[in-house]
């Protein structure tokens, strides 16, 4: 598991790399809006598969109770970021 949370890590900074030279060519504040979007888009996602592994890998560790506490934290914090 360990492994596979730190390989998503690595393509969510390369997506971040990627983006951020895209946006210092492109000059352009419309386009630097768009790829920064998508990027809004992405960080979500790479958290909450990260998490889902992290979880995965808890499984015969956590009990029902701090999984549920854990989901409910990941829900908290993608709904005080909005």
Do not use: C, D, H, W
């Not at 360990?2 to 946006?23: G, K, Y």
Request: aromatic share 6%; charged share 10%; proline share 1%.
């Amino acid at each position: 598991m360990i492994r596979s949370m730190a390989l998503v890590r690595l393509i969510s900074a390369s997506i971040e790399l990627t983006a951020a030279f895209l946006i210092y060519r492109s000059l352009q504040v419309e386009q630097a809006f768009r790829i920064n979007a998508f990027l809004g888009l992405v960080g979500p996602v790479i958290f909450l598969t990260v998490t889902a592994l992290g979880l995965v890998g808890l499984a015969g560790k956590l009990s029902l109770t701090k999984a549920i506490t854990v989901l409910l934290g990941v829900g908290l914090i993608l709904a005080g970021t909005r």
